[in-house]
């Protein structure tokens, strides 16, 4: 498989995403949105922090153009990161001592 | 090992090379991933146990000094991206200006970041180092009589992950000067390229860490 040549445009397009959804989530992070629904100020920091990652893997990392093998490489790890993090909580969130 | 100009000689070709390199390269993030996975699944409990001694101590931190590092940080993987074009494309000069932009990037993140941790040692908010939570509101005090631990919980954790961040931007800044140097006698051609794909990934990597790391610790207990 030949390699993959980005173009600076599509870099250029990326990095001001980047950086105008980091304005985005410093806007958010300063309206009380739990006000609306408890646990909506995280729930939007971490939706827009996932967002950046996925555009700096599949574009800056070029996963999105990668073989198939990396990219089953990819999925698989995040896979494993899922089952780390949503089993332990799953197991602490359920804890009685959490909720005294 | 029996060596062809760049091409090492149990690959066929340095397109398979490379490939080889990307997946090895992707399969040590991975392993980072886990690691980093791992302390940021330790913030989370801790933050829901002692949310309010969290809340209090996030606030003490420098959003704007986090606000201008992330910037700082976004702009040096799209220098970092733009350098692995240059090497693609064979722009050999361009390459290596990129790539000083990169690590001077990379260095006004660390300055700044040492200035932040200045501000906490003179706040005394270093764990273990004469630590001392500021007074908070009695009605604060009455939900966590505990708070000056729990704070220092916080901060502990903060210079943890800070911390292990900053450690992995020196090592992308010496796996940087290394690239340059090679950059510089011009090494990397259109037909091989691969320190430089590889170096990227890496310094995207710990991008990525920073992109999770400044809203979780700055920003998510900001209003109010």
């Avoid at chain 1, 990668?66 to 990219?71: A, G």
């Avoid at chain 2, 350098?83 to 494309?89: D, R």
């Avoid at chain 2, 064979?90 to 390459?95: E, T």
Wanted: charged share 10%.
């Amino acid at each position: 498989m030949p390699e993959h040549i980005v173009s600076p445009r599509i870099y250029a397009v990326i990095g001001a995403t980047l950086l105008i959804f980091t304005g985005v989530t410093y806007y958010a992070a300063t309206l009380d949105l739990n006000h609306i629904y408890h646990g909506l100020n995280v729930t939007v920091a971490l939706a827009i922090a996932v967002f950046k990652a996925t555009l700096v893997v599949l574009y800056f990392m070029h996963a999105r153009y990668s073989p198939k093998r990396t990219q089953l490489v990819i999925i698989a790890g995040l896979f494993w990161l899922a089952l780390l993090l949503l089993l332990t909580l799953s197991d602490y969130l359920s804890r009685a001592t959490m909720h005294g | 090992m029996h060596r062809t100009g760049e091409l090492y000689g149990q690959f066929q070709t340095l397109d398979q090379q490379r490939e080889a390199a990307s997946l090895g390269m992707w399969v040590f993030l991975i392993t980072e991933i886990m690691f980093f996975g791992g302390l940021f699944l330790a913030y989370t409990i801790n933050r829901a146990i002692y949310a309010v001694a969290f809340a209090e101590a996030s606030r003490e931190l420098n959003v704007h000094m986090g606000g201008a590092n992330t910037a700082v940080l976004i702009l040096s993987s799209f220098t970092m991206a733009m350098g692995v074009w240059c090497s693609q494309t064979g722009r050999k000069r361009l390459l290596v200006v990129f790539l000083i932009a990169t690590l001077a990037l990379g260095g006004v993140f660390l300055g700044v970041k040492y200035f932040e941790y200045a501000e906490k040692f003179h706040h005394h908010l270093v764990p273990g180092y004469d630590f001392h939570f500021p007074d908070v509101k009695p009605e604060i005090a009455a939900q966590d009589p505990y708070i000056n631990a729990h704070a220092q919980l916080f901060f502990s954790l903060y210079f943890g992950m800070t911390g292990l961040h900053a450690l992995h931007m020196i090592v992308g800044a010496g796996l940087l000067l290394w690239l340059i140097a090679q950059a510089a006698k011009g090494r990397f051609t259109p037909a091989y390229n691969t320190p430089v794909e590889i170096v990227g990934l890496y310094w995207h990597f710990v991008d990525i860490i920073w992109i999770f790391l400044f809203p979780l610790l700055y920003l998510i207990d900001r209003h109010t």
